[in-house]
C-alpha cells in the first residue's frame, strides 16, 4: 500500500494540483502556500480533464499517456507564459470582510451558552424531539444576530490599523466592518518612510508563515490520518462504497475510448482527471481508489480554508479547515458511500466557486472574470446535481448583485460581474451540451428529458433530526450561529464587495437549506449533506464570535460578561470535543459494504477470460457489491442490472435506457425462456453472473433463478464457482 500510495500522490500532484500553480498566481492574489495550493488545485481540476477528453477525441484515442502528459503540460505551459507576460496578480490577499466587536452583554452569551448545552444534551439522544431542535435553532440565531447588532465604533485612525494578517482573535479586535470607500494612495517608492514599514505579523512570537501555513499542516495531516485509518486497519486492499465500481467503469472506458456514451450519465471531468493520474502512477482505477480516494477529504479541507481565509483571515480559515476536515460527517459520509465527484464538486469545486466570486467582488478585473468562468463553470463537468447547485447559487447572484450595483451606480463592477456571470454560462452550456447532449444536438437520442422528469419529486426530505445527524451538532449549531451573526452584520457594510460577499454567503447557506426541505428538486437528501460545505465555512465564523468574547487578553475577571463567555467558551469547547471523538470513533472502522475476496477472485477470472461481448448480473449480492461491481472487476461496460422494483420505480436510468435492464431481468428471472435464448445472442452475452447471497426472493422481489440455470446445459455451462458466486458461460445459439 505504501508503494502505490506515493506512486499515486506524486500523479495526484502532477495531474490535479500543480498543473494550474501559475495560473492561480496570475488570477488571484493569494496569502500563504496554502492558499495558492487550494486554487491552483480548483484551476488544474477544471482544465486539465477539459484538455485531456478534447485531445482523445480529435485524435480519436483514449487518454493514452501522450494525452496525459499534453493536457498537463498545455495548463501548465499556458500558466507559465501568462506569469510570464502579465506578471502576478497585483492587489491584497486581506479578507474582506471585519469581525464585530467581542461580545459584552452576558445575556446573549448566557443564551448560547444555554442553546449549545442542551445541544451537548441532545447528542446522546437517538430521537432527539423535533421541537426542542427548533428551539436551539432559533435561540442561536436570536444570540448569532444580537452579538453581530450592537454598532462597532468608527476607527480614529483607519490607515494606522494593525496588518490584515494579524487580525482575528490573535490580535487586538479590529474596530468594525466598515471600511473606508475607497483605498489610500500608495505611497510614494521615491522616500523610504523614516519610521520603517510596520512589523510583521507574529502569532505566539513565531513567523507568521510558520504558524499560518504549519497549522494548515497540522490539520490536513489530521484530516488524511483520520479518512486513511479504517482503510489501512480494516479495509485494504478494498475501499467500501458501491458507486466507486461506477466511476472506475466510466474512467476504464476513458482510458480505452476517451468517452463512454454507452454507460450511465456522470459528466466526463472526474472520469478523465481519474485515467490522467492513473497513467501517471501505472495503477488502473480500482487499485486507485483505495489509496487515493482519502485524500479528497484532504482537498476539501482545503476549499473550505481557502474560502473562509478570503472572508475573516487565516485564523477563521484553520478552523474550517479543522471543522471541514475533522469534525463534519457529511464529506465523510460521501467519502464511504464512494460519492466522489459529488464530494469533489460540492466540498470543493462550488466553495472555490464562491471564493472567486468574493475575489470578483473585491477586484473586478479582466482576472477575477476568467477565474470565476473556468471555476463556476467546473462542476457541470463533474456532477449533475452540482450543475444544479451552482446554476441557482449563480442566478440568485445576478438576481441580488446586478440590481444592487446597477442601483448603486458602480458601472465596474456591474460590468465586470455581467461579464463574468456570461462567460460562465456559455462555457458550462458547452460543457451541458457535450455531456447531456439536449435535444440531440450532437446526434443520436437525447434522454435528458426523461431522466430530469424521472427524478423530480421522487425523494422524500429527511427529518431535521437527520440533518443535525448527517452534518454532525457542532456543524449545525455553529452554522446557525455564525449565519445569522453573518446577516446581522450587513447592516454596517458600506463597501459592495463586503455587501455582495455576505448576500452570496448567505444565500448559499440558504438556497442549500430549502433544497433540503422539499422534493421538487429530486435531491433532498444531497442537498441535506452538501450543505454541510457552507455550514462549515460559517460555523468557523460562530466559533470565532465566542472565541473574541472570551477574557483572553487579561486576567480573567468575576464580571457577569466574563463568566458568561467563559461558560459558553466551555460548553462549545465540550461540544467540539464529543463530536471530534465520535468522527475518530466513526472513521477508525469499517464503513462496510466492502468486497469481499470471493467476489473479487470471481471478477479477476471474469477479466481474464474476457474476449469482449457483455456479462449479465445479479443486481445485488449486499448493499455495496452490485451488478456494477462486476462489470468494473471484468472490464465490461454492461448489461447493467436493476432489481424490479427498481425497474419498476427508477429514480435514473443509464444513458442506454429501459431496455437492457428489462433483458437482464428477463434472463435472470427465466433463464430457459425464449426470450432470453434471443437475448443472449442479440446482446452478446458471454457470462452470467450469479450473486448466491443475493439470488433468492427478497423485499424486493426474487432477483435470480439460480436452479433454472443449472437446468439448463444446452445454453449456460458453470465455469467458474466459490462461495459466493457462479459464473456461467452461455451458447448464443438464439431461440427459433
Given at each position: 500500500m505504501v508503494a502505490d500510495l506515493i506512486r499515486a500522490l506524486l500523479a495526484a500532484a502532477a495531474g490535479a494540483v500543480l498543473p494550474g500553480y501559475f495560473w492561480a498566481v496570475v488570477l488571484r492574489p493569494t496569502s500563504g502556500l496554502g492558499e495558492r495550493l487550494a486554487y491552483s488545485t480548483v484551476v488544474s481540476m477544471a482544465s486539465v480533464p477539459t484538455v485531456a477528453v478534447i485531445l482523445a477525441r480529435v485524435a480519436r484515442t483514449g487518454i493514452d499517456l501522450w494525452v496525459a502528459l499534453a493536457a498537463v503540460l498545455i495548463v501548465f505551459g499556458t500558466g507559465l507564459l501568462a506569469h510570464r507576460l502579465k506578471g502576478p496578480a497585483p492587489g491584497t490577499a486581506a479578507p474582506v470582510l471585519r469581525m464585530p466587536e467581542p461580545t459584552r452583554n452576558p445575556w446573549v452569551l448566557g443564551?448560547?451558552?444555554?442553546?449549545?448545552?442542551?445541544?451537548?444534551?441532545?447528542?446522546?439522544?437517538?430521537?432527539?424531539?423535533?421541537?426542542?431542535?427548533?428551539?436551539?435553532?432559533?435561540?442561536?440565531?436570536?444570540?448569532?444576530?444580537?452579538?453581530?447588532?450592537?454598532?462597532?465604533?468608527?476607527?480614529?485612525?483607519?490607515?494606522?490599523?494593525?496588518?490584515?494578517?494579524?487580525?482575528?482573535?490573535l490580535a487586538a479586535p479590529p474596530a468594525g466592518p466598515t471600511e473606508p470607500a475607497t483605498p489610500a494612495p500608495a505611497p510614494a517608492p521615491a522616500r523610504a518612510d523614516p519610521a520603517g514599514p510596520p512589523p510583521a505579523a507574529r502569532p505566539f512570537g513565531l513567523p507568521l508563515s510558520v504558524v499560518r501555513d504549519g497549522g494548515l499542516a497540522a490539520i490536513l495531516v489530521l484530516t488524511a490520518c483520520r479518512v486513511y485509518s479504517g482503510v489501512v486497519r480494516f479495509e485494504w486492499p478494498y475501499i467500501s462504497g458501491g458507486d466507486q465500481f461506477s466511476h472506475a467503469v466510466m474512467a476504464e472506458q476513458m482510458l480505452a475510448h476517451g468517452q463512454y456514451p454507452g454507460y450511465l450519465i456522470y459528466p466526463p471531468g472526474f472520469s478523465a482527471l481519474t485515467a490522467v493520474i492513473c497513467r501517471f502512477a501505472g495503477l488502473t482505477p480500482l487499485a486507485l481508489f483505495p489509496v487515493l480516494a482519502p485524500m479528497l477529504l484532504v482537498v476539501t479541507a482545503l476549499g473550505a480554508y481557502a474560502l473562509a481565509t478570503r472572508l475573516w483571515g487565516w485564523e477563521y480559515g484553520l478552523g474550517a479547515a479543522a471543522l471541514s476536515g475533522l469534525v463534519l460527517t457529511g464529506a465523510f459520509n460521501g467519502f464511504t458511500g464512494g460519492r466522489y465527484p459529488d464530494l469533489v464538486s460540492a466540498f470543493f469545486l462550488l466553495v472555490m466557486t464562491v471564493a472567486a466570486l468574493v475575489t470578483l467582488y473585491e477586484a473586478p478585473t479582466a482576472r477575477s472574470v476568467i477565474l470565476v468562468a473556468v471555476v463556476g463553470a467546473s462542476p457541470v463537468l463533474y456532477h449533475s446535481v452540482a450543475t444544479l447547485y451552482a446554476a441557482v447559487l449563480l442566478a440568485l447572484v445576478a438576481i441580488i448583485g446586478l440590481p444592487y450595483l446597477i442601483h448603486g451606480g458602480h458601472r465596474r463592477e456591474t460590468r465586470a460581474l455581467l461579464l463574468s456571470l456570461a462567460a460562465t454560462a456559455v462555457l458550462a452550456a458547452c460543457y451541458a451540451v457535450y455531456v447531456y447532449n439536449p435535444g440531440g444536438i450532437l446526434g443520436g437520442k437525447s434522454s435528458t428529458g426523461g431522466a430530469v422528469s424521472i427524478v423530480l419529486g421522487s425523494?422524500?426530505?429527511?427529518?431535521?433530526?437527520?440533518?443535525?445527524?448527517?452534518?454532525?451538532?457542532?456543524?449545525?449549531?455553529?452554522?446557525?450561529?455564525?449565519?445569522?451573526?453573518?446577516?446581522?452584520?450587513?447592516?454596517?457594510?458600506?463597501?459592495?464587495?463586503?455587501?455582495?460577499?455576505?448576500?452570496?454567503?448567505?444565500?448559499?447557506?440558504?438556497?442549500?437549506?430549502?433544497?433540503?426541505?422539499?422534493?421538487?428538486?429530486?435531491?433532498?437528501?444531497?442537498?441535506?449533506?452538501?450543505?454541510?460545505?457552507?455550514?462549515?465555512?460559517?460555523?468557523?465564523?460562530?466559533?470565532?464570535?465566542?472565541?473574541?468574547?472570551?477574557?483572553?487578553?487579561?486576567?480573567?475577571?468575576?464580571?457577569?460578561?466574563?463568566?458568561?463567555?467563559t461558560i459558553a467558551g466551555i460548553v462549545a469547547a465540550v461540544l467540539l470535543l464529543a463530536q471530534g471523538v465520535h468522527a475518530v470513533q466513526a472513521s477508525d472502522r469499517s464503513a462496510g459494504q466492502l468486497l469481499s475476496h470471493r467476489v473479487a477472485a470471481a471478477g479477476q477470472w471474469l477479466a481474464r477470460h474476457n474476449t469482449g461481448g457483455t456479462i449479465i448480473t445479479t443486481p445485488y449480492m449486499n448493499p455495496g457489491i452490485s451488478n456494477r461491481a462486476m462489470l468494473a472487476l471484468g472490464g465490461y461496460t454492461g448489461l447493467q442490472a436493476y432489481t424490479p422494483y427498481r425497474i419498476a420505480h427508477?429514480?435514473?436510468?443509464?444513458?442506454?435506457?429501459?431496455?437492457?435492464?428489462?433483458?437482464?431481468?428477463?434472463?435472470?428471472?427465466?433463464?430457459?425462456?425464449?426470450?432470453?435464448?434471443?437475448?443472449?445472442?442479440?446482446?452478446?452475452?458471454?457470462?452470467?453472473?450469479?450473486?448466491?447471497?443475493?439470488?433468492?426472493?427478497?423485499?424486493?422481489?426474487?432477483?435470480?433463478?439460480?436452479?433454472?440455470?443449472?437446468?439448463?446445459?444446452?445454453?449456460?455451462?458453470?465455469?467458474?464457482?466459490?462461495?459466493?458466486?457462479?459464473?456461467?458461460?452461455?451458447?448464443?445459439?438464439?431461440?427459433?
Amino acid at each position: 500500500m505504501v508503494a502505490d500510495l506515493i506512486r499515486a500522490l506524486l500523479a495526484a500532484a502532477a495531474g490535479a494540483v500543480l498543473p494550474g500553480y501559475f495560473w492561480a498566481v496570475v488570477l488571484r492574489p493569494t496569502s500563504g502556500l496554502g492558499e495558492r495550493l487550494a486554487y491552483s488545485t480548483v484551476v488544474s481540476m477544471a482544465s486539465v480533464p477539459t484538455v485531456a477528453v478534447i485531445l482523445a477525441r480529435v485524435a480519436r484515442t483514449g487518454i493514452d499517456l501522450w494525452v496525459a502528459l499534453a493536457a498537463v503540460l498545455i495548463v501548465f505551459g499556458t500558466g507559465l507564459l501568462a506569469h510570464r507576460l502579465k506578471g502576478p496578480a497585483p492587489g491584497t490577499a486581506a479578507p474582506v470582510l471585519r469581525m464585530p466587536e467581542p461580545t459584552r452583554n452576558p445575556w446573549v452569551l448566557g443564551l448560547v451558552a444555554a442553546a449549545l448545552l442542551v445541544g451537548l444534551v441532545l447528542m446522546a439522544a437517538r430521537r432527539p424531539p423535533v421541537a426542542l431542535l427548533a428551539l436551539i435553532a432559533v435561540a442561536l440565531l436570536a444570540g448569532g444576530a444580537l452579538m453581530a447588532w450592537p454598532r462597532p465604533p468608527e476607527p480614529e485612525n483607519p490607515a494606522a490599523s494593525s496588518p490584515p494578517e494579524a487580525g482575528g482573535f490573535l490580535a487586538a479586535p479590529p474596530a468594525g466592518p466598515t471600511e473606508p470607500a475607497t483605498p489610500a494612495p500608495a505611497p510614494a517608492p521615491a522616500r523610504a518612510d523614516p519610521a520603517g514599514p510596520p512589523p510583521a505579523a507574529r502569532p505566539f512570537g513565531l513567523p507568521l508563515s510558520v504558524v499560518r501555513d504549519g497549522g494548515l499542516a497540522a490539520i490536513l495531516v489530521l484530516t488524511a490520518c483520520r479518512v486513511y485509518s479504517g482503510v489501512v486497519r480494516f479495509e485494504w486492499p478494498y475501499i467500501s462504497g458501491g458507486d466507486q465500481f461506477s466511476h472506475a467503469v466510466m474512467a476504464e472506458q476513458m482510458l480505452a475510448h476517451g468517452q463512454y456514451p454507452g454507460y450511465l450519465i456522470y459528466p466526463p471531468g472526474f472520469s478523465a482527471l481519474t485515467a490522467v493520474i492513473c497513467r501517471f502512477a501505472g495503477l488502473t482505477p480500482l487499485a486507485l481508489f483505495p489509496v487515493l480516494a482519502p485524500m479528497l477529504l484532504v482537498v476539501t479541507a482545503l476549499g473550505a480554508y481557502a474560502l473562509a481565509t478570503r472572508l475573516w483571515g487565516w485564523e477563521y480559515g484553520l478552523g474550517a479547515a479543522a471543522l471541514s476536515g475533522l469534525v463534519l460527517t457529511g464529506a465523510f459520509n460521501g467519502f464511504t458511500g464512494g460519492r466522489y465527484p459529488d464530494l469533489v464538486s460540492a466540498f470543493f469545486l462550488l466553495v472555490m466557486t464562491v471564493a472567486a466570486l468574493v475575489t470578483l467582488y473585491e477586484a473586478p478585473t479582466a482576472r477575477s472574470v476568467i477565474l470565476v468562468a473556468v471555476v463556476g463553470a467546473s462542476p457541470v463537468l463533474y456532477h449533475s446535481v452540482a450543475t444544479l447547485y451552482a446554476a441557482v447559487l449563480l442566478a440568485l447572484v445576478a438576481i441580488i448583485g446586478l440590481p444592487y450595483l446597477i442601483h448603486g451606480g458602480h458601472r465596474r463592477e456591474t460590468r465586470a460581474l455581467l461579464l463574468s456571470l456570461a462567460a460562465t454560462a456559455v462555457l458550462a452550456a458547452c460543457y451541458a451540451v457535450y455531456v447531456y447532449n439536449p435535444g440531440g444536438i450532437l446526434g443520436g437520442k437525447s434522454s435528458t428529458g426523461g431522466a430530469v422528469s424521472i427524478v423530480l419529486g421522487s425523494q422524500a426530505p429527511a427529518t431535521q433530526a437527520a440533518l443535525v445527524k448527517e452534518l454532525g451538532p457542532p456543524i449545525v449549531w455553529f452554522g446557525v450561529l455564525g449565519l445569522a451573526a453573518l446577516a446581522a452584520s450587513l447592516r454596517y457594510l458600506r463597501r459592495p464587495a463586503q455587501a455582495l460577499t455576505v448576500a452570496t454567503v448567505v444565500g448559499w447557506c440558504v438556497l442549500m437549506y430549502l433544497g433540503s426541505r422539499t422534493s421538487l428538486d429530486g435531491f433532498p437528501q444531497r442537498f441535506e449533506r452538501d450543505l454541510g460545505a457552507p455550514l462549515s465555512v460559517v460555523a468557523a465564523f460562530g466559533v470565532g464570535l465566542l472565541v473574541r468574547s472570551l477574557p483572553l487578553r487579561g486576567a480573567v475577571t468575576r464580571t457577569a460578561p466574563a463568566l458568561a463567555a467563559t461558560i459558553a467558551g466551555i460548553v462549545a469547547a465540550v461540544l467540539l470535543l464529543a463530536q471530534g471523538v465520535h468522527a475518530v470513533q466513526a472513521s477508525d472502522r469499517s464503513a462496510g459494504q466492502l468486497l469481499s475476496h470471493r467476489v473479487a477472485a470471481a471478477g479477476q477470472w471474469l477479466a481474464r477470460h474476457n474476449t469482449g461481448g457483455t456479462i449479465i448480473t445479479t443486481p445485488y449480492m449486499n448493499p455495496g457489491i452490485s451488478n456494477r461491481a462486476m462489470l468494473a472487476l471484468g472490464g465490461y461496460t454492461g448489461l447493467q442490472a436493476y432489481t424490479p422494483y427498481r425497474i419498476a420505480h427508477p429514480r435514473s436510468l443509464p444513458t442506454a435506457g429501459k431496455a437492457p435492464l428489462l433483458d437482464s431481468q428477463e434472463v435472470l428471472l427465466h433463464p430457459q425462456s425464449c426470450q432470453s435464448a434471443n437475448i443472449l445472442a442479440r446482446q452478446d452475452v458471454r457470462y452470467v453472473v450469479l450473486y448466491k447471497a443475493g439470488s433468492g426472493t427478497g423485499p424486493q422481489g426474487s432477483t435470480a433463478d439460480l436452479p433454472g440455470f443449472a437446468a439448463d446445459p444446452a445454453h449456460y455451462q458453470q465455469a467458474f464457482q466459490n462461495p459466493a458466486v457462479i459464473v456461467y458461460a452461455t451458447h448464443r445459439t438464439g431461440c427459433g
